[in-house]
């Protein structure tokens, strides 16, 4: 299996828009909005970044060359003013879930984005019924946050009345993380070869 990342390219937004509608992935992300379209989401991503410094990225994952999921990413500021902040969602096929790809595909990721802007804090949020995404945050070192009234109020008319957790990581906890998963993988190498 070849897993890769990229950045999301325009012929790619209908395959996401596929699988942000899918009713599998709809139980675990909020419904994508009514005005939003393939066409919206072209532009939002083509867009420089606003007079607040706000922008937005996706980046494609892709397994043997095909589409199976996507991260989202809207950076800004972040509550430390001496900070930047970005806030990540993804999707992934269900044809694809429980074999590692996001683990995999966010550890990438976060590489790149640490190493673009060491001073990142990347922000991630779920339903607290939504298991397989929050084991995925608690491996990559995500430690729970408390979120900003308003924006827990956003989250939560949203989601209609779902609950949902947020979750902020950094670079120092990204690392260790990183260090953590490489010693239990050695650790579970050796004792296969004993």
């Known amino acids: 299996m070849a897993l890769i990342i990229k950045p999301t390219e325009r012929r790619e937004i209908e395959a996401i828009f596929a699988l942000r509608h899918d009713p599998d992935v709809l139980l675990h992300q909020y419904r ?14 083509e867009a420089p970044p606003n007079p607040l410094g706000m922008s937005f990225r996706c980046t494609s994952i892709l397994v043997d060359d095909v589409l199976v999921g996507h991260v989202m990413q809207h950076f800004g500021p972040a509550p430390d003013p ?5 806030e ?14 996001m683990t995999e595909a966010l550890t990438l990721l976060f590489a790149q984005l640490f190493e673009e802007d060491p001073k990142l804090l990347i922000f991630a949020s779920c339903f607290t ?10 491996k990559l070192g995500f430690r729970r946050d ?10 939560f008319v949203r989601s209609r009345g779902r609950r949902i957790e947020q979750f902020r990581l950094d670079r120092r906890g990204y690392r260790l993380a990183q260090a953590h998963l490489a010693a239990v993988e050695s650790l579970e190498r050796e004792s296969a070869s004993d």
């Open 88 to 101: 990540c969602g993804w999707n992934l096929a269900k044809s694809h879930w429980g074999q590692g790809i």
């Open 32 to 45: 994508p909005r009514r005005n939003e379209t393939p066409e919206s989401f072209a532009r939002k991503l």
């Open 129 to 138: 019924s939504n298991q397989r995404s929050r084991r995925v945050i608690e």
């Open 82 to 86: 001496r900070l930047n902040a970005c």
């Open 146 to 155: 408390q979120m900003h009234w308003f924006v827990w109020l956003t989250h």
